[in-house]
């Protein structure tokens, strides 16, 4: 079977796919999942229909292997240059961003207001929904807002809103797979119980890992308080967490207490979430980053999936922190990812 890879970039509008783009050179796909727009293509194409409505129209490109297609997003066109080669071959310049760049532009017009007891996904997804968002992935909590809650100024991004919603019951920041839905999520936790994809020396194509190691402790603290204070609590809400593991070299017991500085909250879901944000201020304390970045052959990848590695110079499980695919017959797929070292 043929597993060279093949290329198919449909033009949609309004769901409806109007006619194709033909890449020149070697388009590319972009990853970077601490983006608040985290999938971004870019490349020059040929169209087979005439000038399209840019401000409607969206691009779909598709990696075909041994008869197996696979989505690489649903990106809205951010830049898009007419221009004309020296050959007199006009084609398209074009810059396009995922879904994800529908709530970052669009702003709030009036102050915006939650209710109490209103659950954190069902507001987010009511969100997305206003802003004809309709594909929707969710893992659903039960965290509800426990006052009114009023705080984002007229003209402050709905992204921003969203994920400081997210962030208050500890779950990643929105991002779109590459069929085009919103993904509301947990955090992932990177413990080897589900791994994305597996790369061994020699599968696929040659894995060249180039591993930097840093220890990145940035202080030697090992106590940490967090806290919320509000009109609408009768006393703060307050969630401490200790360090005191006789293994952690920078543990009370192996070098006294040592006081982080108290982070001061505007709200967060419960008691039970601030204790969860305060103990992973000390998980991040104790931890220490590998990054390794390496080459593979093409393959369908999403934001932040777990990988497992098995090479000489590096072997583990990490989670993607970027990638980038070069769309053509000879490319790659380039990674940066990361596992943490506990100290």
Known sequence: MNK?????????????????????????????????????LSGEFVLNIQKPNWLKARI????????????????????????TDKKGV???????????????????????LFQAGQRYTDIVQSILL???ISRIIAIQSDATLKNDRADWEIGTSWIKIINSLLAEI??????????????IQPHRQVDGMVIDHRYESGELSQIKPQVDISSDIYKAYNVFTAMVSSPEYEE???????????????????IGRVQAPIEKLDDIANQEELQKYVDNLRFQSMCSTETISFRTALNQHQVRDIVSIHHPQASGIYQETQWKMTLSFDGEMTHTAQRVVIE
Not at 90 to 104: E, S
Not at 170 to 183: K, P, V
């Open 90 to 112: 006009k084609f398209w310049q074009i810059k396009g961003m995922d879904l994800g760049r529908i709530p970052q532009r669009s702003r709030t017009e009036k102050r915006v």
């Open 4 to 40: 060279t890879p093949t290329f198919r970039f449909d033009i949609v509008e309004n769901g409806v796919c109007i006619g194709q783009a033909f890449a020149l050179n070697k388009p590319s796909v972009k990853c970077d999942s601490d983006a608040e727009v985290k999938l971004s």
């Open 130 to 132: 206003e802003l004809g």
């Open 60 to 83: 779909k490109p598709y990696l075909i292997i041994g008869g197996k297609e696979s989505s690489l997003g649903e990106y809205l066109i951010s830049q898009a240059d007419d221009c």
């Open 236 to 254: 703060p809400m307050i969630a401490v967490s200790v360090n005191d593991i006789p293994t952690s070299r920078i543990s009370t017991v192996n």
């Open 170 to 183: 500890n779950y990643q920041s929105l991002w779109f797979d590459t069929e085009g839905n919103a993904r």
